[in-house]
């Protein structure tokens, strides 16, 4: 179904003052374009009670945002956007590097990434048994001792490089192992057949 | 899915329910909100309170009194369950995206009991692993191994037999027909040896007529061996040619709703792979099962008889044998396993690199892409040289390992034939049945792993089989005459019920009214369409046809006075007199003339080679958009339906073929209720009432004057069409100077 001609600005016109208007509409397709930099010193982020956080733009406040990795695999530390949380996800800013805010804010950030991403870094393999087409992971992680199970025929191993994979199980969750030769011969015999 | 898990006691303790609070939902969640691991935590919703439990402690508790909001956001790979206290968002739980449905389910069944609702959501998705010995499921509902503790799957499979007992019986007796033989023929060489062959005993014609016996025996194995075969893969055919049509059919009661909730092939898959994969099993499996099984325990006795000590000693090797043989198998497995992910590997890329020939040579990137194809298919060509130096040498030397029992056996028994305890002929009778125990054994261990892929696809194919169609005709159903009156009343749907489409709609229409759907794309005006059509059940609320509930019209009934007219329009492999045809396949050659003429298609139609015969669909006639628009329009008035159905009848089409679509529409709707969908509003404008529709409910009513005057959605949206078309007519004009 081709989209209707909703005019791509924010709230929904509920006025005669909110007309449709080409240029604001211009203005704002002009404005996207804009890569906005945000630093220590054009923003203030600030801890939310309910253990998020808000960011102040001289005039601009917004009580939540929602902190997304551009790079996620390949720079998971620089370039991150500053987005609303709400279904447009509209971006708000971008923060080019952690080194380009405050101490404290790059801290706050990091939290809100550990909370949006959770992939866990297997750390040792205890086991791999497959059958019947699955196979069936017990493993150590990061994040603690873990079993997953992953589908045998689909694509549920990807690598991100020569030695990096990203395993993605039968719910979707996804396991990463940054280097494979740093397993231990042992592991590397269970974990061969998916390399 | 389970949304309600039983809790343990400590974890009931804890939650200390009240003398009259019940359990609404209990799911576990499985990460604490830095990301570590939990286990035995459960999120507890009660009429009253929501309680998260955690690995034996109560962590945090919120009355529903208290509470705004109860939101499960997904994140990546991860969720969060989001509560509002006092305007405040706060994260009460986190979970990864083993749970991300069921929180879903869950928070929708919390908006619903903070709204003072008593209602429970519940889920029709299937668990991933089976709650019971933690295996993947392969996309059942029943876990295959636990239903086949209650007798499930043999019943199952003598149930698809049963049909063809004859055939069963006549292929069972030559299968055993086939074991007599093959245990025959050591027995008659021995006789050909000690009686005829040792010391020049027998005469030449005695051993003519031993040589004979073998060769009839042989010649007599062979037809057999090809009548087995005929009727195992007749059988296998006959019965997998039974379940495609049985599971055709089932697909096709089935509601939307069942192959909605599958991904896209899972179907199909069904359909074709797991009825062939029942066939093979006929034919590979099944038409020696009963001759290897009745070889291998009378070549046991046989060879207890003979010698006792000769056939304890063969037996010793058996489980050296079964290791070694599976030991191979599952290094030969993963090996190739790997060739053949590579394999994959070259074919993705070639066929990446020829569907994108044309963005390669465009940005010159023939080198680079080419060397890259020349590194996977050396990976490819390197891995599989491996594999057939493995085989060539390991094979040998594993068949030697394997058969090292039959070399024990004739030393042993040739010690004794010399002896003279033991006749040359008695030996290699007895090598003869060491050497076949040895042959089927590996047939034999691999047995399991083939029962188990027929488990599984008996199990899909049940699966849906057993699937009840959620949309039936009532008990007393009746037929009705539609005059066309459609109400809606407190109307609540959504594809997955914790996910609301269309919420609380109520809207009235009277016979014979046009109404005109208006709303952003994903706002659900093609839902309230496919309600119409009853081809989804309402979760809440009512939908009155003439006043009567249309759970209580028979459903083809029904079916039979709508007409519908969808963008995409679909034409059937066949004749344009089949495609108009197709809701009433009785109309007279008159009949369809008459509506090809009302939809403007009969001249279009004269004007093909052959006329109404002319074969269109896939691979047919090519037939532009509005042409095939204005056949399905035919199709719709063909029928005379009383309630009319356009979803974007119009989008795409040029200028002319839309006017003539148009007036065919004109004809088609007067005096029909009519629901329409259109993406340019202009093709609205006859519409007697237009109903915009925003935020899962009706946001706006009324004609296009009156919509326009309160400046509101529908104003909003009328204008933005406006401004865009000056734009386009500008650049135009620009573009033309």
Redesign the interface.
Known sequence: ???????PRGP?????E???N?EQMEKETEEMLKLRYLTKDNAVFER?????VSVRIGEEFHP?VQVVRMF?FSDPDQYISIRTPDERSKEIGIIENMKQVSKETAEMLREQL???????IITKIINIKD????A?FDVV?D?????F?I??GGHSVVHLSETRILISD?????FEIPDVTKLTTKELKKL??FL | MILNFDLSKENQQLLALAPNERICYAVPYD?T?????LSNSYAVVTDKRLVLLEEGTLRKQYLLSDCDKIDSEP????G?L?VTVQG????AA?F???H?ARFSYVARGCTLLLEGSTKLVSSEEYE??CPNC???L?GTRECPHCAKKSGGFVHEFLSMLAPYKKQLALIVFIMLLAAVITLLNPEIQKHLIDDVLTDKKGTLSQAFFFLGMIFALSLFMVIINISKAYLCSKLGSMISMDLRAKLYHKIQVLSLSFINDRRPGELMNRVVRDTTRVKQFMEDVFCNLFTVCVIFIFDVVYMLILDVKLALMAFLFIPISIFISNAFRHNIH?RF??QWQKNDDVNSSLQDVISGMNVVKSYGKEETESKKFDELSDDFAAVQRRNETFWAIFYPLLSFTIGAGVYLITYFGGVSVLNGTKTTGELLQFINYTSMLYMYLDWLTNLP?RL??LV?SLERINDVMNQEPRIVDDKDATDIDIRGAVEFKNATFGYKSYKPVLEKISLSVKPGEMIGL????GTGK?TMINLIMHLYELDDGELLIDGTDIKKIRLENYHSQIGVVL?ETFLFSGTILNNIRFAKPDATYEEVIRAAKMANAHDFICRTPDGYNTYVGERGFNLSGGERQRIAIARAILNQPKLLILD?AT??LDTESEYLIQKALERLTNGRTTFAIA?RLSTLKDADRLVVI?GHSIAEIGTHNELMEK???Y???V???L??QK?SNEETAAAQA
């Open positions: 179904m081709p989209p209707m001609g909703r005019p929904r016109p509920d006025g005669p909110e007309e449709f080409l939310t009670e309910g253990g998020f939540r996620p550990a909370l949006r991403y959770f992939t866990p059958e019947y087409g699955y069936y992680t994040r603690g001792a873990c079993r199970t589908n045998m039968i719910d979707e969750n996804r061969d057949l | 990460i909100a830095d990301g570590r691991f994140q990546i790979d991860c969060l989001i405040k968002e706060e994260i986190r990864s995206a083993k991300l991933k692993t933690h295996r993947a392969p993963r396993h790997r792993r188990m892929d599984n208006v709303g952003a794309s093609s963008q974007e989008a795409s993406h925003d400046q509101g959605i104003y909003g949206l204008t933005a069409q401004e865009m734009v």
